[in-house]
C-alpha cells in the first residue's frame, strides 16, 4: 500500500499527560480520527513493532490515504517510532508533517513550514537526529510562553487554562484544515491559510 505521507502528531502517552500543552500533536491526531470515522475512513493499524499507535486515514478533504501516528516513546524520542515507520512504508522525510506544540506562536494561532531551526524542541531535535535531516513539514500550534523561563517545563507539561484553552480549542479545526489544504494545494498555500487562521477562528468565535 502505498501512502501519501505520514502526519504525525507529537506528545507524551499516558493519562497523566493528556491535554497538556506538549501533546498537541496528539490532540490534533485524535481529532483528525475523530474526524474520518464521521466523514471518511480510519483503519487502525498494529504499530507496536514502532512504538507507536498507527493508523491509516481517509477523507474526501485529503488527497490520498494518510497514515497517522502518535508515537509512544515519550516526547524526547519521538525519531525512535518515526525513522523506522517512514522506512518500512518507503516514506521520504519530505513526505512527513509533524504536528507539534510551539511556545514561540502564541496561543490559538498555527504556523506550516517546511525544513528550518528547530527552535529547542526536543521532539523535532529527535526526529532531525534519527532522519539526518531538518527537511520536514511541521503544523505548529502555538501555546505562549510562561512568564519566567524557568517555569518552562511545568508550562509545557501543564494544560492550558481560561482564554488560551478557548483560543487553542477554536483553532484546532484550522489544524486539520491547513493539512487539508497542504495536501490539495501545496506548501504555500498551507503556510497563508495557517497564518491567517487565528483571525478566522476569532471572528467565528465572537458570532
Not at 482564554?163 to 495536501?183: C, G, H, N, Q, W
Request: glycine letters at 12%.
Amino acid at each position: 500500500m502505498a501512502y501519501a505521507g505520514l502526519v504525525a502528531g507529537l506528545g507524551n502517552p499516558g493519562q497523566k499527560y493528556a491535554g497538556t500543552r506538549h501533546n498537541m500533536g496528539f490532540i490534533f491526531i485524535d481529532d483528525l480520527l475523530e474526524l474520518a470515522g464521521r466523514e471518511g475512513q480510519c483503519r487502525e493499524l498494529n504499530g507496536r513493532k514502532f512504538n507507536a499507535r498507527l493508523w491509516a486515514v481517509s477523507l474526501p478533504q485529503l488527497r490520498g490515504e494518510w497514515l497517522a501516528c502518535e508515537p509512544q516513546t515519550f516526547m524526547n524520542s519521538s525519531g525512535d517510532a518515526l525513522r523506522p515507520l517512514l522506512n518500512w512504508h518507503n516514506l521520504e522525510a519530505a513526505q512527513l508533517v509533524v504536528v507539534q506544540d510551539e511556545m514561540d506562536i502564541p496561543a490559538g494561532e498555527l504556523r506550516f513550514k517546511f525544513g528550518g531551526g528547530l527552535a529547542g524542541h526536543n521532539g523535532l531535535l529527535s526526529i532531525s537526529q534519527q532522519l539526518g535531516t531538518q527537511d520536514f513539514y511541521r503544523l505548529r500550534i502555538g501555546i505562549g510562553k510562561p512568564m519566567r523561563k524557568e517555569d518552562t517545563l511545568a508550562w509545557v507539561l501543564g494544560r492550558p487554562y481560561g482564554e488560551d484553552r478557548e483560543k487553542i480549542a477554536a483553532i484546532m479545526p484550522y489544524a486539520l484544515e491547513t493539512l487539508f489544504v497542504f495536501s490539495e494545494k501545496g506548501l504555500a498555500a498551507a503556510m497563508q491559510f495557517a497564518h491567517t487562521a487565528a483571525k478566522e477562528a476569532g471572528g467565528t468565535a465572537g458570532n
